[in-house]
């Protein structure tokens, strides 16, 4: 709880800190900001972890509102190409996963203050509408019907009496789902939800109607009112070192082309999980041969000069207003690491 205090002290007197304004003069480039979903309400935060609530993310748009100018995944592509000049004071808002609140709570108020956002989807969980594994897992640990919880794929059984257990469990086992082949994943999820009684899982989906995925009806509505529809691949498929080739190339090719069936025009991707172990050289050769224009880590940092293209860095806009504006004022602090990996990954060469 002290240290809880404290965080909240000190996010909101950075400000006032002379080392923060010397460290913002090295603000060189836009910032990309990530969210995933937005809530009136969050009835369990555990579970709804992906989502923040609307009255926070109103303050988030005043702020950028009175102090930044919102552009466009098209506006930040003609920067770093047609010699447009890479402005500190420019902003992208991007939501990942493609959840139906981004459609029905999101947008009207992106649209109210005239900013462009863009959102990236997981094609496969819109064509099924399929909630995503990490809900299913979620959900089964804080409301199983059983004390344990087995994951037979994995022959391995799960204590749950306490919240440290839930807590352990949840760890270990979406350790090994952003690791997984894809079948594998298939099975746990299988494990999991079979865990609660179809009649249970009615009323818990009903509970967090946040976690439903938006369809082909609501990703038209958003590209026909001009939002940038990028993919996040066809079943939210992290791209780190354990997956086979073609299963990535199936992953980026399916999800552009089913984008660009359904939607229009498809030429920017986020990499699902997108840290700095869940990309790999092969990976983004890959996004580079399926015409992809621009990449999205989550891997945190500015666009500036130089860049690789397929590893730009995103900073995730946390539920809190005074750790918000601290992250987009000082997000320079995050950008030596990351510049260091990226030229580790991929260089500075620019596509063809």
């Known amino acids: ?53 609307l009255p926070t993310f109103e303050q988030q748009m005043d702020f950028l509102r009175r102090s930044r100018q919102v552009i466009s995944m098209d506006d930040l592509y003609s920067c770093l190409f047609h010699n447009h000049p890479l402005d500190p004071s420019h902003i992208l808002i991007t939501f990942d996963d493609g959840y139906k609140n981004n459609r029905s709570l999101a947008a009207p108020l992106l649209e109210s203050l005239g900013f462009p956002f863009s959102v990236f989807i997981s094609t ?60 594998l994943v298939e099975s746990i999820v299988q494990d999991v939800t079979g865990s609660i009684s179809e009649e249970r899982w009615l009323e818990i989906d009903h509970l967090f109607s946040s976690e439903e995925p938006m369809d082909w009806g609501d990703i038209r509505q958003l590209s026909d009112r ?62 580079r041969d399926n015409r992809y224009l621009l990449g999205f880590t989550s891997v945190k940092g500015v666009i500036r000069d130089g860049v690789h293209p397929f590893l730009l860095a995103r900073v995730f806009a946390p539920d809190d207003l005074d750790r918000f504006k601290f992250r987009v004022k000082n997000a320079c602090l995050y950008h030596p690491r990351y510049s260091r990996w990226a030229g580790r990954l991929g260089g500075a060469e620019r596509p063809n």
């Open 1 to 53: 709880m002290l240290k809880t205090r404290l965080k909240k002290h000190f996010f909101k007197t950075a400000d006032c800190l002379s080392p923060f304004n010397l460290i913002r003069k090295l603000n060189k480039g836009p910032l990309v900001l990530v969210y995933h979903g937005v809530e009136k309400e969050l009835i369990n935060p555990r579970v709804q972890t992906l989502h923040i609530p």
């Open 226 to 287: 001009g939002v940038t529809i990028g993919s996040h691949c066809h079943d939210h498929f992290i791209l780190n070192a354990s997956q086979e080739p073609a299963e990535i190339e199936y992953q980026l090719s399916t999800s552009k082309r089913l984008i660009e069936q359904n939607a229009g025009r498809c030429s920017y991707i986020a990499y699902p999980n997108g840290g700095k172990e869940d990309i790999t050289p092969g990976a983004l050769r890959m996004v």
């Open 124 to 183: 496969r969980h819109v064509e099924e509408r399929r909630r995503f594994p990490i809900y299913r897992l979620r959900a089964a640990l804080y409301y199983a019907e059983n004390k344990k919880l087995a994951v037979r794929c994995l022959d391995t059984t799960f204590d749950l009496d306490t919240k440290a257990q839930r807590g352990r469990a949840l760890e270990a086992i979406s350790g090994v789902l952003k690791t997984s082949p894809r079948r």
